[in-house]
């Protein structure tokens, strides 16, 4: 799981930022590749949110962004809205 932290730690502190699967990689010395499969992870798990940029030319670049969770109370629900 060392992996899966050290994404969500680029992703987490980029919280204002959307960042792209070539940014995470720079920034942790993976694979493109590798930091993609565990954008899609956390995007899956609801952990992260996925939306697109649309560049001049060329396929849309997909950008993550961190989801704040909400505090769980103690009969499973979450806190306010």
């Known amino acids: 799981m060392i992996t899966l932290d050290r994404v969500i730690g680029v992703v987490a502190e980029s919280a204002e930022d959307a960042v792209t699967a070539a ?3 720079a920034s942790t010395g993976m694979s493109a590749v590798t930091a993609r499969r565990y954008l899609r992870y956390l995007a899956a798990a609801g952990k992260a949110s996925v939306s ?3 560049g001049r030319v060329g396929a849309p670049e997909r950008v993550y962004r961190w989801r704040a969770t909400r505090p769980q109370c103690q009969n499973g629900e979450t806190g306010p809205r």
């Open 23 to 25: 940014e995470v990689a």
């Open 52 to 54: 697109c940029r649309y």
